[in-house]
């Protein structure tokens, strides 16, 4: 089964920036619907952003406009801009392959505070 390792969390001030990288272990990466979720402490996972084989992306209204979800078939890797961070957006983001097979990463801790 395809392996998910996402990197780039961290601590960010309000307004600030972060990118958040995952790579794929295998080519399933190409032809998958990726997707970054996120939890934060007391709620329940969310779907935040999604993308298709052919860039087709959809947002959270939570985060459209702020973030941005992109791919790179070719080096088997997604990311996630983020940008304009705050604190309700401190949480563990977790990379995951929506179909055809459903595989999360172990998730990277985004902590938006002053």
């Known amino acids: 089964q395809v392996q998910l390792v996402e990197s780039g969390g961290g601590l960010v001030q309000p307004g600030g920036s972060l990118t958040l990288s995952c790579v794929a272990s295998d080519d399933s990466f190409v032809l998958a619907i990726m997707g970054w979720y996120r939890q934060a402490p007391g709620k329940q996972r969310e779907l935040i952003a999604s993308?298709?084989?052919?860039?087709?992306?959809n947002y959270a209204d939570a985060v459209k406009g702020r973030f941005t979800i992109s791919r790179h078939n070719a080096r088997n890797t997604m990311w996630l801009r983020m940008n304009t961070l705050k604190p309700e957006d401190t949480a563990v983001y977790y990379c995951?392959?929506?179909?055809?097979?459903?595989?999360w990463g172990r998730g990277t801790q985004v902590t938006v505070s002053a």
């Open positions: 993308i298709t084989t052919d860039d087709l992306t």
């Open positions: 995951a392959m929506i179909a055809p097979q459903n595989t």
